[in-house]
């Protein structure tokens, strides 16, 4: 269904042959130029030229990357979901619109025809011409808006429908979004615990290696205890076995 609707707005945007570039593109990986004109049998400027003006509108995101050697630069194309879901709501608001004047028209304007000439008037008009047809003479007929009425209704219903599957869309893509945007947080937070700690590890076997020759100059019991107790906790054994004879020694004398 979502691809379904993203090529209804690539089509609004671009015109028949752009339906295909919502099948072709995702949202995760970007996606070389080149092989988006292959797939989509085109010339790689018929499908730039696609691709700009579906971009002029936001509804999808390009890198670049520059070839060193001949000096220019491929782009690399990702669909922007949200947005594009969001431009097909507003489209749909603007038809739901339309039609709701139009059948509140039909509902309570009257409407006359030239039956031979499928020509069609509204009263003013109609009373202008004096509910003559213009064409072949004939008298207009009032027209019986039943039948419009029914297609119209139709069609809002139809549109109505498609908003509401639309707006469903629009919530689970932004639920995504929201997700990616909590792992990739979590993601960040769990690198800062990692760096800081690996500080705190720096530090303490750096006071560490200050300690080593405090006990052998300060003879006071309380001072030498304390590095050791931080020590055992922060650092491997051997580190610490390698100053337990030091201690011991500093004990004795
Ligand atoms: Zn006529």
Redesign the pocket.
């Known amino acids: 269904m979502l691809k379904k609707f993203l090529g209804e707005v690539m089509i609004v945007v671009a015109g028949k042959q752009a339906e295909n570039i919502a099948v072709l593109l995702n949202d995760k990986k970007y996606i070389n130029e080149f092989i988006i004109a292959k797939k989509m049998e085109l010339t790689i400027n018929q499908t730039r030229n696609i691709l700009y003006k579906i971009s002029d509108h936001g509804l999808i995101s390009f890198i670049r990357k520059k070839d060193k050697k001949k000096g220019w630069y491929t782009y690399f194309w990702k669909i922007e979901t949200l947005k594009s879901l969001e431009f097909l709501r507003n489209i749909l608001f603007k038809k739901i619109d339309q039609l709701t004047h139009q059948i509140k028209s039909r509902e309570t304007k009257r409407f006359y025809v030239?039956e031979?000439?499928n020509?069609e008037f509204n009263e003013e008009n109609a009373l202008l011409h004096n509910f003559t047809?213009n064409?072949?003479g004939?008298i207009f007929t009032m027209k019986d808006n039943t039948k419009i009425l029914r297609e119209l209704n139709r069609n809002l219903d139809k549109l109505k429908r498609e908003l509401k599957l639309v707006d469903e869309e629009i919530e689970s893509e932004r639920k995504k979004i929201e997700k990616q945007k909590l792992i990739k947080l979590k993601k960040e937070e769990k690198i800062k615990a990692i760096e800081k700690a690996k500080k705190k590890l720096a530090n303490k076997t750096s006071k560490k290696k200050v300690s080593k020759q405090k006990p052998k100059k300060i003879l006071k019991k309380k001072e030498i205890k304390k590095p050791k107790k931080k020590l055992a906790n922060k650092t491997s054994k051997k580190k610490v076995s390698k100053q337990k004879p030091k201690l011991k020694k500093v004990k004795k004398t």
């Open positions: 030239c031979r000439c020509i047809c064409e072949c004939g």
